[in-house]
């Protein structure tokens, strides 16, 4: 070879190498970039949770409920509960929207933010009266929303939360957790109503069979439950699904 061709060899290799390099940082700096967003983000939806929880949550008397529901419907109409699950960031309010899609990415507020809001399926009927009705929230990395509901895959943490809390205008209710598992979104697992109450203990049966946790709680078929349901981490497409019964607080 000469070292004419050579040093052309030499001269593209370098502006090669140089194109490499700024292209490498201009990766790095877009990924770096996106980091710093993603946290602005989560910051900024975190920080607007704790600014409903200080407007809604009272001191709680005998007199009066311990969420101003009148307080979150000037803030948005769309709230139709709160959820709770003591000694846990659960601390949220629940909207239904006209679809599934909305407040997958949308605040309580109306801002766009990936943690979005926990909801309703629009399918479901008036809250609590079909035989199950869904509650979806994001699996956030920075332990919000419904992160931290996988945790029931151990016994332990079932052991310490037995119950949840979820308060609306006109009662409180208990969720008492019945089963959980992780289930692939591939394949169709929710049903709102069944054909029969017989089909519809055999399918939450089926469920708590199949449950990573043993609850103390007990299943009778004219029973309503609910299905707080987030995204896992176990493989693409799954979906961790907590089963719980529903009562009335203080039903007389």
Request: proline share 2%; glycine share 4%.
């Amino acid at each position: 070879m000469s070292k004419k061709n050579k040093r052309k060899i030499d001269k593209r290799f370098k502006i090669a190498l140089l194109f490499f390099l700024i292209a490498a940082i201009l990766i790095s700096g877009f990924n770096a970039y996106m980091i710093i967003q993603s946290a602005k983000e989560y910051d900024k939806g975190t920080d607007t949770y704790s600014d409903i929880q200080q407007i809604a949550i009272k001191e709680n008397t005998e007199e009066e409920k311990r969420i101003d529901f009148d307080a979150l419907k000037q803030v948005n109409d769309d709230i139709v509960g709160w959820i709770t699950l003591n000694d846990t960031v659960i601390d949220y309010p629940v909207v239904k929207g006209e679809d599934n899609e909305y407040y997958l990415h949308h605040l309580y507020t109306g801002e766009w933010n990936s943690l979005g809001t926990l909801f309703v399926d629009f399918r479901n009927r008036e809250l609590f009266t079909d035989q199950i009705t869904a509650i979806y929230g994001h699996s956030m990395l920075n332990g919000s929303m419904f992160f931290i509901l996988e945790r029931y895959k151990r016994q332990s943490f079932y052991e310490e939360h037995k119950e949840i809390i979820f308060e609306t205008p006109e009662k409180t209710y208990v969720l008492k957790p019945l089963a959980g598992k992780v289930v692939d979104a591939k394949i169709p697992f929710l049903q709102f109503n069944f054909d029969s109450e017989d089909e519809y203990a055999s399918f939450i049966n089926d469920m708590i069979r199949t449950s990573s946790f043993k609850s103390e709680a007990s299943f009778e078929g004219k029973d309503k439950t609910v299905m707080l349901i987030k995204c896992s981490a176990d493989y693409e497409d799954a979906r961790y699904i907590l089963l719980c019964k529903i009562e009335e607080l203080n039903k007389e």
